[in-house]
């Protein structure tokens, strides 16, 4: 049993780990646009980037793809950075009004992006059984829950309580995210 808290454990502290905030912004951009009326949406666009992730995630794990983990860590940053972007050109249109088909295959293939990321986690445990990467997937999952709610929660202070207008929410959060990935595109450039 403990096996399962470790595994659970470092899936979870792996995405809230805040020496590398690539996850986490992934999913404040993702969902920078949507409100708790949306939570279907949120919902569904959660389970497809954990279903991308899952995907890669497994196929790397066990070696039945490979991937430069170089060029992964720079693509990570740059799905980040595209979600940013979209949402900005995005956003007279609204969360409603968004492509639905379009939006949930960027993030199926941002999930598959960021799952090549994990596999080069988990395999440095060292670790190939299905078990122990099922927990490991189980902990990002929990994570994720936890991001995405903080994330609905602040957004709803902010354009409720603080009258912040769902369009400059969804501007400052993808600038703030811009700005922070500047840096990691610059250490993670691979040209």
Request: charged letters at 10%; a negative charge; hydrophobic letters at 60%.
């Amino acid at each position: 049993m403990s096996d399962f808290w470790l595994y659970l454990n470092l899936g979870f502290n792996h995405v809230l780990d805040w020496g590398g905030p690539d996850h986490l912004l992934f999913l404040v951009v993702l969902v920078s646009v949507y409100e708790f009326a949306d939570w279907k949406k949120v919902v569904g666009l959660v389970t497809t980037f954990t279903l991308g992730h899952m995907i890669s995630l497994v196929a790397a794990t066990f070696g039945w793809v490979t991937v430069s983990p170089t060029a992964v860590e720079f693509l990570i940053p740059v799905t980040i950075l595209a979600t940013a972007i979209y949402h900005l050109l995005n956003t007279r249109k609204g969360a409603k009004e968004l492509s639905v088909y379009g939006t949930y295959i960027m993030t199926l293939f941002f999930g598959l992006i960021h799952g090549l990321g994990f596999a080069n986690f988990f395999r440095s445990l060292d670790e190939s059984a299905a078990l122990p990467l099922f927990e490991f997937a189980l902990g990002i999952e929990l994570a994720q829950l936890v991001i995405v709610l903080i994330a609905l929660v602040v957004g709803f202070v902010a354009k409720n309580i603080l009258k912040a207008s769902a369009r400059d929410w969804t501007i400052a959060l993808c600038c703030i995210a811009i700005g922070l990935l500047l840096p990691m595109l610059a250490d993670t450039w691979p040209f």
